[in-house]
């Protein structure tokens, strides 16, 4: 395997797969079988999951809710989401820890770095939830520092799009798509990786990020394997 310890994010929207609202039950299996694939080839994995399927702060702005209280709901959505991917992964048989990093035992057991680490090195798949516990972050952010602190060798960011593109692929359809770029030639052609802060957490401490899609299944596992799929961003 490419990487011994991951930051694996997952997109809260991507969890909602077809499905009206909430939770898709083939998206969980699905990721759950490829992290109990990674898992039982011994990478070390720890996984920040969004909530944008259930709530977004943003929105919630605009919609009138007070912004902290919008985010502080944005990150409660995230660990109604890192609950159901533990359901998942222990329904195939996987180990799994949620931390949170907002104090809600006996729901999950508080984030500390020292606490995340031991779990990984005890063959646990830690999930954290509660993104950063602040508001006007994203999940991108949280994944970026659990990344860093856990000194993982690697950010995946699995996303719907399958790499980084000159332009939003969603949007351009002459958008061409990146196998390896720097973090100095995203910035310069200002293309829409992460939010800017998750980005330059990564880049001023050097943590590389893979940026593929996870929804289709085996993808982690070929990311893992070093098979060049999504778009590296190297130090
Ligand atoms: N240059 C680009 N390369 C790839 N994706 C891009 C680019 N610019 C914008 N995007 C958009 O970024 C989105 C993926 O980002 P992501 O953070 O997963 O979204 P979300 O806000 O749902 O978490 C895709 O919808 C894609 O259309
Ligand atoms: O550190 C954090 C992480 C998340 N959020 C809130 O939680 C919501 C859901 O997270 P996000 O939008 O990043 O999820 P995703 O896009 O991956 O579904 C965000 O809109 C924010 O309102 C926050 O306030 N602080």
């Known amino acids: ?36 694939d ?12 969004g909530g944008g399927n259930i709530f977004r702060g943003l929105t919630g702005a605009k919609r009138g ?8 709901m944005g990150m409660l959505a995230t660990i109604i989401n ?13 180990k799994c820890k949620v931390l949170t990093s907002i104090r809600m035992e006996p729901v999950g057991e508080y984030y500390s770095k020292a606490r995340a680490i031991e779990y990984l090195e005890a063959g646990y798949v830690v999930i954290v939830g509660g993104g950063t516990s602040n508001p006007y972050f994203t999940t991108d ?3 970026a520092l659990r990344g860093i602190e856990t000194e993982a060798d690697v950010l995946l960011k699995g996303t719907r799009v399958d790499g980084i593109y000159t332009a ?28 800017l802060t998750a980005f330059t957490l990564c880049r001023e401490n050097r943590l ?4 593929f899609d996870m929804d289709t299944a085996g993808n982690l596992g070929r990311v893992l394997a070093g ?6 961003v190297k130090p």
């Open 168 to 195: 939003d692929p969603e949007k351009d359809p002459a958008a061409v798509k990146f196998d390896e770029i720097t973090f100095e030639e995203v910035l310069a052609r200002r293309l829409k990786v992460m939010d």
């Open 1 to 36: 395997m490419k990487y011994k310890r991951i930051l694996l994010k997952l997109s809260g929207e991507s969890l909602q797969g077809r499905e009206q609202y909430g939770l898709s039950p083939a998206v969980l299996q699905s990721y759950a079988e490829q992290i109990r």
């Open 141 to 143: 952010s949280a994944a």
């Open 38 to 49: 990674a898992a039982a080839a011994g990478v070390q994995i720890g996984i920040v999951i």
């Open 65 to 72: 809710f007070d912004r902290v209280k919008g985010d502080q």
């Open 208 to 211: 590389e990020i893979v940026v």
């Open 82 to 94: 890192s609950l159901a991917l533990q359901s998942a992964l222990e329904d195939n048989g996987v």
């Open 227 to 232: 098979e060049g799929i999504g778009t590296r």
